[in-house]
C-alpha cells in the first residue's frame, strides 16, 4: 500500500493528530536547520530537503511555516 492510499485511510482525529506532530516538528527544527544552510554535505543537503519537502506538505495544508531567509534562499534553489 501506498502512503498516500495509507494517508486516506486516517480518521480525521488521526490526521490532525499527524498534521499537528509534522507542525510542532518543522518549528522545532527550523533553527537547526537553518543553522547548517552552509554545510554542503550530502547528509546536511539531504536534511534541508526532507524538511523543505515538509514544509511545502503542510503549507499545502494550510499551514504555513514562517521561515529563516537562509531557508528561503535555499527552497527556491531548489525549485
Do not use: C, N
Not at 32 to 57: M, N, Q
Amino acid at each position: 500500500m501506498s502512503p498516500a492510499e495509507t494517508l486516506a485511510q486516517l480518521s480525521d482525529e488521526e490526521a490532525r493528530a499527524l498534521h499537528g506532530a509534522a507542525s510542532w516538528y518543522a518549528r522545532y527544527h527550523v533553527l537547526d536547520i537553518a543553522a547548517e544552510v552552509e554545510d554542503r554535505s550530502g547528509a546536511a543537503a539531504k536534511d534541508r530537503e526532507r524538511f523543505l519537502t515538509l514544509v511545502r506538505a503542510l503549507e499545502r495544508l494550510g499551514t504555513p511555516m514562517p521561515l529563516p531567509e537562509e531557508l528561503r534562499e535555499a527552497q527556491r534553489s531548489a525549485a
